[in-house]
């Protein structure tokens, strides 16, 4: 009497694009569409394993996102369930709360939309499965939720499905309807569908207690395999969980050392050769990558002098790979000079050296320093890569680096002379 179902969260359908215009070659069109035929391919695994029932765990829309179509596709879609007596159950979350265009709307006879005011269960027509749930009633819910869910029912495969984060462990999310591990546990189901995680978290496998991540990345904070999760349920009632990609493009964080780089060309030559190595080990789908060098490398001053170039002369390289775009390129390498011996050296270096360390260090002269570079700061204006300079980490981060292309610079002066 065995039994599948899909548990999907966070498909943000339609979610808008920020900045990728800017970008020479990004693939627009491909992201602008990701979404759609991430969920596209959702809807197909239901069908291809003749599931019992879809769980869609928050954030079908991406916040205000007023485009009607988006909703009349997303009924669109779940209508091909219906004809496979595939019954979707929703909840909402934070994003879906602040869609005024959903609000009222009435769903198809097969999908369960749960209440905002209290949890309910909905039993499942021809299994016996119940589903507790309950949605967001507004964008900001700060309560837990989940303590108002009933015990299990005896007897039945319990499902709890609420957008949460959890113990707040993803710093990145805001901590919305948070809820402990153990007290999910404890309330007896077999199965908790979680969403508002962006990144599948497994908090128990015994039982599943998970979040499957979103459908698609968006951009480079979600990069990775992005998809939802099938689920097994065999005739005493146990789950068994497997993750299934369903991502149309897909976003890498590449690092690639250039210690052994005594040249910025050898530099490039290291990185075109991992992007090859990365498109050959998924050809699947389309790929976004952020490039990172990183390593104590000889190239380092003639990378940080022309960082522009560089990149330039990566992307342009990289661009014969097939489906592979690169969005970034960052510059994180150190000096292979021995800062600290010339720490310890008399003479100017030295002085510049603890100075930049002393300001590291005073939190008067971080503010100082903050003051005097918020006018360049604002006249950049909202740009990515350019450091917040009331943050005072970031403004060590970037002492650090005012030492690693100085110093270099100052040391490779002295022997032109």
């Given at each position: 009497m065995g039994f599948k179902f899909v548990h999907a969260a966070d498909i943000h359908l339609d979610s808008p694009l920020r900045g990728l215009e800017r970008y020479d070659g990004a693939p627009v069109e491909e992201m602008r569409s990701a979404t759609r035929r991430a969920f596209e391919n959702l809807v197909s695994l239901c069908l291809e394993e003749k599931v019992a029932f879809l769980l869609l765990a928050g954030d079908l829309y991406d916040g205000a996102w007023r485009d009607y179509n988006t909703i009349l596709y997303l009924i669109r879609q779940l209508s091909r369930l219906r004809e496979a007596d595939v019954h979707v159950y929703i909840v909402q979350g934070n994003h879906d709360a602040e869609n005024v265009m959903s609000k009222g709307l009435k769903m198809p006879s097969h999908v369960t939309l749960f209440d905002a005011k209290k949890p309910s269960k909905q039993m499942h027509h021809r299994l016996p499965v119940v589903v507790h749930g309950q949605s967001y009633g507004r964008a900001?819910?700060?309560?837990?939720?989940?303590?108002n869910f009933p015990q299990a029912m005896p007897d039945l495969f319990n499902v709890g499905l609420i957008h949460t984060s959890a113990d707040g462990r993803a710093s990145e999310h805001k901590p919305y309807a948070p809820c402990s591990r153990q007290a999910l546990i404890d309330k007896g189901y077999q199965y908790w569908a979680l969403g508002h995680i962006h990144r599948r978290t497994e908090l128990s496998l015994d039982p599943p207690v998970l979040f499957p991540g979103n459908l698609q990345g968006r951009h480079v904070r979600e990069a990775g395999p992005k998809g939802a999760t099938l689920v097994h349920v065999d005739d005493e009632l146990r789950a068994r969980p497997e993750h299934r990609d369903l991502d149309v493009v897909r976003w890498h964080l590449c690092e690639v050392s250039v210690t052994d780089a005594d040249t910025p060309d050898v530099a490039i030559d290291n990185a075109v050769e991992k992007?090859?190595?990365?498109?050959?080990?998924?050809r699947e789908r389309p790929l976004a990558v952020r490039v990172r060098l990183t390593g104590q490398s000889g190239a380092h001053q003639k990378l940080v002098e022309r960082e522009e170039h560089w990149a330039s002369e990566l992307r342009g390289r990289a661009a014969s790979i097939d489906a592979l775009?690169?969005?970034?390129?960052?510059?994180?390498?150190?000096?292979?000079?021995?800062?600290a011996a010339l720490r310890r050296q008399p003479g100017a270096l030295a002085t510049l050296l603890h100075c930049l360390d002393d300001c590291g260090k005073d939190a008067a002269a971080l503010r100082t320093?903050?003051?005097?570079?918020?006018?360049l700061r604002k006249s950049l204006g909202a740009i990515d890569d350019i450091p917040?300079?009331?943050?005072?980490?970031?403004?060590?981060?970037?002492?650090?680096?005012?030492?690693?292309?100085v110093v270099p610079m100052l040391l490779d002066g002295g022997r032109r002379r």
């Open positions: 900001e819910v700060t309560e837990d939720l989940s303590a992007l090859v190595a990365l498109r050959r080990g998924d775009w690169v969005e970034k390129v960052h510059f994180d390498t150190t000096t292979p000079i021995d800062l320093l903050a003051e005097g570079l918020a006018p917040l300079f009331d943050d005072p980490e970031q403004l060590r981060a970037v002492l650090v680096e005012v030492e690693q292309m």
